[in-house]
């Protein structure tokens, strides 16, 4: 008897980073006078990425390549970081005004909707468009930050989630200029991109935080953190709204930031389909230390589930 193998090629061909960069085009969404920088390319069904900290929009690079064929890819900066603007103070940072930044940018495109993709901080924000204007959402992927009612749970009942968001109690406490403010120094910009594995790109990455505000970057956790005197969008322990658009959530497992049973539990708070992609080899950056897993289950996902 014949036996039939049958080989089924990936649809990851990333470019190279350098044709990537001259590729995109720029524009600026305005958000009530701030002015958000993102870059654009591709064509079809319009798909927003919004990255963490500390980062830029170059961070999905590998994903804004596989999507790019069949997909409109945005990539965002958030205010505060590389092009877009910088205001002062706490309250600028507020997650109404971040949400309203994300609206901006689909507006911007003269779109009435998107697929929304948020990592970390990026995924805080995320959450709170499609839990907030859930019309704008078609679909949603997170990646590595826990639904807000699992986050709730996990700072208050894990003990290694409470040693893990240390860290960010000291941002919410501390200064860019402060000795230990980043585990054992003062804010730079070598320094946040310390975690960036390839030389090229990290030096992308540092010439980005130059333009970047530090003192921002601090306001997304000051302003929007939970703490005793704070109520968090980020950690809502009294319930959100339940979301009604399909949710694909990735989570790297070597995150020592945020703990993976966070996720437990996430499907009992929407009511369409979730998917959830762990990693055993990945941390934090999932997108990009599983960036062919994260750009060809993106890739599929979204292209079942968009018109």
Not at 1 to 16: D, G, Q, T
Not at 93 to 103: E, F, I, K, W
Not at 110 to 127: I, L
Not at 151 to 175: D, H, P, V, W
Request: net charge negative; aromatic share 10%.
């Amino acid at each position: 008897m014949k036996k039939l193998i049958l080989f089924i090629s990936a649809v990851f061909s990333p470019m190279l980073n350098a044709d990537l960069l001259e590729e995109v085009t720029h524009g600026y969404a305005d958000n009530n006078g701030v002015k958000i920088h993102y870059v654009k390319t591709g064509q079809g069904p319009l798909v927003v990425m919004i990255h963490g900290f500390p980062d830029y929009w170059y961070t999905w690079r590998h994903q804004i390549n596989a999507l790019k064929e069949n997909f409109t890819v945005v990539a965002m900066d958030q205010r505060g970081y590389n092009l877009s603007d910088q205001p002062e103070g706490v309250t600028a940072y507020a997650m109404p005004n971040l949400v309203g930044d994300v609206a901006a940018v689909i507006k911007h495109q003269g779109a009435s909707s998107a697929s929304v993709v948020g990592h970390d901080w990026g995924g805080a924000v995320a959450w709170q468009v499609a839990f907030n204007l859930p019309q704008m959402v078609d679909n949603l992927v997170i990646l590595n930050l826990p639904h807000p009612s699992g986050m709730a749970r996990e700072l208050a009942t894990n003990k290694e989630q409470q040693k893990n968001s240390a860290y960010a109690r000291s941002f919410i406490k501390g200064s860019p200029t402060d000795q230990d403010i980043m585990f054992g120094g003062p804010m730079s910009a070598a320094g946040l991109a310390g975690w960036v594995k390839d030389e090229k790109d990290r030096n992308h990455y540092i010439e980005a935080f130059k333009r970047s505000s530090f003192a921002g970057m601090l306001n997304f956790y000051k302003a929007n953190y939970p703490s005793t005197d704070n109520p968090s969008p980020v950690a809502d322990a009294n319930g959100t709204p339940r979301l009604p658009m399909p949710v694909l959530i990735f989570h790297g497992l070597k995150d020592t930031a945020l703990h993976s049973n966070g996720l437990n539990n996430t499907w009992d708070w929407i009511d369409n389909d979730v998917t959830i992609v762990t990693e055993p080899n990945a941390g934090h950056f999932v997108q990009q230390d599983a960036a062919q897993l994260v750009s060809q289950t993106m890739q599929w996902w979204l292209s079942t589930r968009t018109p």
